[in-house]
């Protein structure tokens, strides 16, 4: 992008009419019907043979993939409750991937229009739902000038994209996920709720990755106000700005910021572990061989950084695994990207994969 955003697709790419109405229809209903919890499962062999009980909280059921189901649904709830959102009007939100998705569906099943602005991480899966949904994306080309992060470019857009509608008589609203406290709620009222609920109750230790810092946060608040001694441990992407860390390349989406968001600032974490990319695309390879569960980039850096834990103790360990992998097909899981955008190989790959766990990132 250099100046104005440009919508990447043409509309006539978009789903016809009838179709998005039968979606609508169909999805209107099913959404509200289906339970709001999502599976919380013990996996018993990435740690072997520590005597970790070790479990997972798979946000990849929710009904748009990923934990930014929550999100989305809290935005949305919070623009209503306000009055800043009706039906009928126009949301616009920046995005990397997840919560891009979840806004489209959400949004066509309550009758308001969409259009997301993404960068050129996002995965062609990611935009190709985004569309499927009715949503319209606009596609930041190029960093922001100043800091040299595509996130500050993509909000930068989405104001501009919010004024332009405003001066041709549309209603638009930014949800702001990087500032919006609902992104918080969400978690505190689901999440962490869930987890806490669950028949093997609140963990000794959850694991969480982090980028607006709103699941982190919101599992927090819940742990505080029923004063559950819980510690929490956020992952961050090396080159993320977060936890005063150093701006760097993070070649995956889905954790890390280039830019702190407002959310961030309050965050406050027993522990922080950067995890690299090509660890983050280890520990999801790994996690697909040991327990065949297929997950997303942050989930990956998750695993890895719970598989350089202390892990001897007898302990519970909680890992938010915020979407599944489906979408990192040509990314994560492809050896040809790993070797192009990484720099390692297959043979090399395979043997960190293989390794005895918190063995493997010492393979460098």
């Keep these: 992008m250099t100046g104005r955003a440009e919508p990447r697709a043409p509309a006539q790419q978009l789903p016809p009419p009838a179709i998005l109405s039968c979606i609508r229809q169909v999805t209107g209903h099913a959404l509200s019907a289906l339970p709001r919890a999502t599976p919380l499962v013990r996996f018993a062999h990435l740690l072997a ?64 229009s969409f259009t997301c602005v993404v960068d050129p991480r996002t995965n062609r899966s990611t935009r190709a739902l985004i569309s499927a949904y009715g949503g319209h994306i606009v596609d930041v080309e190029q960093p922001d000038p100043v800091s040299g992060d595509f996130l500050q470019a993509r909000i930068t857009a989405v104001e501009q994209i919010v004024r332009e509608m405003a ?28 987890i806490a609920e669950s028949p093997s109750g609140p963990p000794d230790v959850l694991v969480v990755a982090t980028s607006t810092t709103g699941t982190l946060q919101g599992c927090m608040r819940y742990a505080k106000e029923h004063s559950l001694d819980t510690r929490f441990v956020a992952v961050d992407a090396v080159g993320s700005v977060l936890f005063d860390g150093d701006r760097g390349c993070r070649a995956l989406p889905g954790f890390g910021a280039g830019v702190a968001p407002a959310l961030a600032a309050s965050a406050a974490p027993d522990q922080v572990i950067k995890v690299s990319a090509l660890d983050s695309v280890v520990g ?81």
Aim: proline share 3%.
């Design 49 to 112: 043979p520590s005597p970790t009980y070790l479990s997972a909280k798979l946000e990849s059921f929710n009904p748009s993939g990923s934990a930014k189901d929550r999100t989305a649904r809290a935005l949305l709830r919070s623009g209503f409750e306000s009055g800043d959102l009706r039906r009928g009007d126009h949301v616009v939100e920046s995005s990397s991937g997840n919560l891009g998705v979840a806004l489209a569906q959400q949004c066509l099943t309550l009758g308001l």
């Design 167 to 194: 001066e041709t008589g549309v209603h638009a609203w930014w949800p702001n996920q990087y500032a919006n406290v609902a992104n918080i709620r969400a978690h505190a009222e689901g999440t962490m709720r869930e």
């Design 284 to 364: 999801c390879r790994r996690l697909v061989q040991r327990e065949g569960y297929l997950a997303g980039a942050s989930g990956g850096a998750v695993v890895a950084a719970v598989e350089h834990f202390d892990v001897d103790r007898d302990e519970s360990i909680c890992m938010v695994l915020h979407d599944g992998g489906e979408r990192y097909l040509d990314t994560v899981y492809s050896d040809s990207w790993v070797q192009t955008e990484l720099g390692c190989d297959a043979a090399e790959l395979t043997a960190r994969v293989q390794a005895a766990p918190g063995t493997w990132g010492a393979l460098r």
